[in-house]
């Protein structure tokens, strides 16, 4: 094992080209881009030769801790800084970089017109760098680190355009439903530090068994916020819709395929700790069932293409955690949904990044229509993606989202009828608005030329997008055709996680061919639904005021609203009772005491005349009162 | 002359320089006040010295004197210096103190 010592060199690449480009400023703005996609795509090739030499070797031997330097050292208490390369970790660097590098092509063509690309790509770097050093990190402390990072590059990334106020609301959003997050990351932190005295990987999980459960349910649930701020999950959701607002690839690379999965990382990689606390297990997969299903439902009614997508990214981060939640036996799917999911979902972002570059920026699907005609590549790219995402056999999607289904239906008692039947219906609200969405963008009447829809700006002329933006869609595409088979049949993908996840077969209660048929009927009907409404019948430009559903779908099911009321007006009110106590109390003390002594020393003046027959007046008299009290004393 | 005339002369000349001193805006009179006090302090240690029959008290009061004497020559000095300035020489003129 040598090129793994150089594992290193995955973080310190795109991180030295992220300060270089930044510091450099505007003299590199005719090559900051091309710098940027290097050293994306010099840590790819890196993170493929470490897996190479990674299969080389047997599976006790895969996973290998690098030493980089001592980072805390106080008296006997160290932490230090490494990285542990796994097969669990070098699967996570390999979709960073692989997808990365796809989506940093992708930025060269996107942010062409762009007068701030050079800083665009200086801050795709520093997520890169944030991102391994979150995965790669061999310590709770160090994942921190790159958590931090990540949450960081997102939001000066979502707040890239913030001369538009909104967008930067949307960038501070994000941060701050964050932080609540990382919040439980601390937390999570000091109760491991006080239970095991470290928060090393292999010292923490070591020390589990024989831990009181109390503490490592409590443990379990401070990680489950802090994966459910990173992975936008119910109820810390709220933000990844408004990060929409950050340049498209951003939304493929940070809010699709890489940082937002970041959550089902830390719950995988924590597994130890999860399987001894089931009641935090259980949160868990009530967590994903939730958001897989509220994902699903908000974006049925979005009429923005991203949000449509993004609120569809929160429903399958969903799935993911709910196998997460199940133990070893969904682990592995959980990680293999992921990567096929990173594949076709950057892939559609890319595609819809794409239709709004040929629609002058636009967003709202109800001016697109019959795009297929005009944009061929993106057409059968994001067709592509779409039969991915509905998990229809053979494409991607279907192999993984078929696994995490069996193993929602394996168990005992009335779990796997709840969670199963979740994540079924899940599958049957993908397929409708998805279809929704592929079809109201590229099939049914074109309304993107009518007059009502021009705007001030030139008149719409879509075309095919160049070469910097059509490959890395073709590539995305071709990984959603293929990437679930090769990984299931072609290559034991499964089995190599195992050394770091553990194993467990399914067990359904189902059989698994009855499974199998019910998911295909439930998506086929949802997707003839959207075929029927949106396809063949006329769209409305203006959305129909719709049902009670729809309409709180379209406002994501209140979470804003819930959030407002439930955190943000009794924070507001404590912040004014706060300060109000501030002002009265602490204030007032403290002012009180001051003009106190004031009062005293103006009164005290007084009695300074100047003349010096007072002084002597004053002497006199101390002394005869000194003289009548020491003689009265004496008698 | 017993003691007690003595200690009355004494007292009577004290509180004439003490009135002096507190009633009188004149600062060379002030000072003479000041004067007449430390002499009814003097005139009380030579009494002493001689009831008890010894000196030491005598040569308090030449001590005294001689710290009066400098007093003086720095008291009349500043009001020389003041009624330079001020061409005034009464004490309540001068209420600089104050601030």
């Known amino acids: 094992m040598d090129t793994v010592n150089l594992a290193w060199l995955l973080v310190a690449i795109p991180l030295a080209s992220a300060t270089l480009l930044l510091l450099l400023g505007r003299a590199s703005d005719r090559w900051g881009h091309w710098l940027g996609l290097l050293s994306s795509a010099v840590p790819a090739v890196l993170a493929i030769v470490i897996l190479a030499e990674m299969l080389g070797v047997s599976d006790g031997e895969r996973s290998v801790r690098v030493h980089m330097f001592d980072w805390i050292t106080a008296g006997d208490f160290t932490v230090r800084a490494g990285l542990l390369v796994d097969p669990l970790s070098i699967t996570f660097a390999l979709l960073i970089t692989v997808v990365g590098t796809l989506i940093h092509l992708y930025s060269v063509g996107y942010m062409a017109q762009d007068p701030d690309r050079r800083r665009f790509f200086a801050y795709l770097n520093l997520f890169v760098a944030s991102m391994l050093v979150l995965v790669l990190g061999d310590s709770f402390a160090l994942l921190f680190v790159g958590w931090e990072g990540v949450g960081l590059a997102s939001y000066l990334l979502i707040g890239f355009w913030n001369q538009r106020s909104d967008y930067a609301v949307a960038a501070k959003k994000a941060f701050i439903m964050n932080r609540v997050g990382d919040m439980g990351m601390l937390v999570a932190m000091m109760a491991m530090f006080a239970t095991f005295g470290s928060v090393d990987y292999e010292t923490v999980f070591n020390a589990v068994p024989g831990t009181n459960e109390g503490v490592l349910t409590v443990i379990g649930l401070v990680l489950l916020l802090a994966a459910c701020g990173k992975s936008a999950q119910v109820p810390l959701q709220a933000w990844l819709g408004d990060a929409m607002a950050g340049p498209t690839p951003v939304s493929a690379l940070i809010h699709a395929a890489t940082m937002v999965t970041a959550g089902v990382y830390l719950i995988v990689r924590s597994g130890a700790i999860f399987e001894a606390a089931p009641a935090a297990q259980l949160v868990v997969v009530i967590v994903g069932a939730v958001t897989l299903l509220f994902g699903a439902i908000v974006g049925t009614s979005k009429d923005d293409i991203k949000k449509a997508l993004a609120a569809s990214t929160m429903s399958q981060i969903g799935y993911m955690v709910l196998a997460a939640g199940l133990g070893p036996v969904g682990y592995a799917f959980a990680i293999f949904h992921l990567v096929t999911h990173g594949f076709f979902k950057a892939g559609l972002f890319l595609g819809a990044g794409s239709v709004m570059h040929a629609m002058n920026d636009d967003v709202n699907m109800r001016q697109f229509g019959a795009l297929r005609t005009v944009m061929k590549v993106t057409w059968v790219t994001f067709a592509l993606g779409w039969l991915a995402i509905l998990g229809v056999p053979p494409f991607s999607g279907f192999w993984s989202k078929d696994l995490i289904i069996e193993a929602a239906f394996s168990g005992t008692g009335w779990q796997p009828w709840v969670f199963g039947g979740a994540a079924l219906l899940g599958a049957g609200i993908t397929a409708l608005y998805m279809s929704r969405l592929y079809f109201m963008t590229f099939h049914g009447k074109a309304r993107w030329h009518l007059p009502a829809q021009q705007g001030p700006g030139p008149e719409r002329d879509p075309k095919e997008v160049g070469w910097t933006m059509t490959v890395p869609m073709i590539i995305l595409a071709a990984g959603s055709v293929a990437l679930g088979l090769v990984l299931y049949q072609g290559v034991p993908f499964l089995g190599f996680l195992e050394s770091v996840t553990g194993t467990e077969a399914p067990d359904p209660v189902l059989p698994r061919w009855l499974l199998i048929t019910l998911t295909m009927v439930l998506v086929v009907l949802g997707a003839l639904i959207a075929f029927r409404e949106f396809a063949v019948r006329d769209v409305p430009l203006e959305a129909p005021r719709g049902s009670a559903l729809t309409r709180a779908a379209r406002a994501d099911l209140y979470g804003d609203t819930i959030n407002e009321t439930l955190v943000m007006r009794p924070g507001q009110v404590l912040t004014r009772t706060l300060v109000a106590t501030d002002r009265g109390a602490v204030d007032g003390a403290v002012h009180g005491v001051a003009r106190m002594t004031g009062a005293l020393g103006q009164s005290l003046r007084k009695l300074q005349s100047g003349y010096a027959r007072n002084y002597a007046a004053t002497m006199v008299i101390g002394v005869i009162v000194v003289l009548v009290l020491v003689l009265a004393t004496r008698v | ?99």
């Not at chain 2, 240690?45 to 001689?66: D, I, P, W």
């Open chain 2, 1 to 99: 002359m017993s003691l007690t005339h003595y200690l009355v002369l004494a007292a009577i000349l004290f509180v004439i320089g003490a009135l002096a001193v507190l009633v009188r805006r004149n600062a060379l009179v002030a000072l003479m006040g000041v004067e007449l006090m430390l002499n009814a302090g003097n005139l009380m240690l030579v009494t002493f010295a001689r009831m008890h029959g010894n000196l030491e008290g005598q040569v308090l009061a030449f001590f005294v004197m001689v710290v009066a004497a400098a007093e003086v020559v720095i008291g009349l000095a500043i009001v020389v210096a003041i009624f330079r300035t001020r061409n005034s020489a009464s004490i309540d003129d001068v209420d600089l103190l104050r601030n």
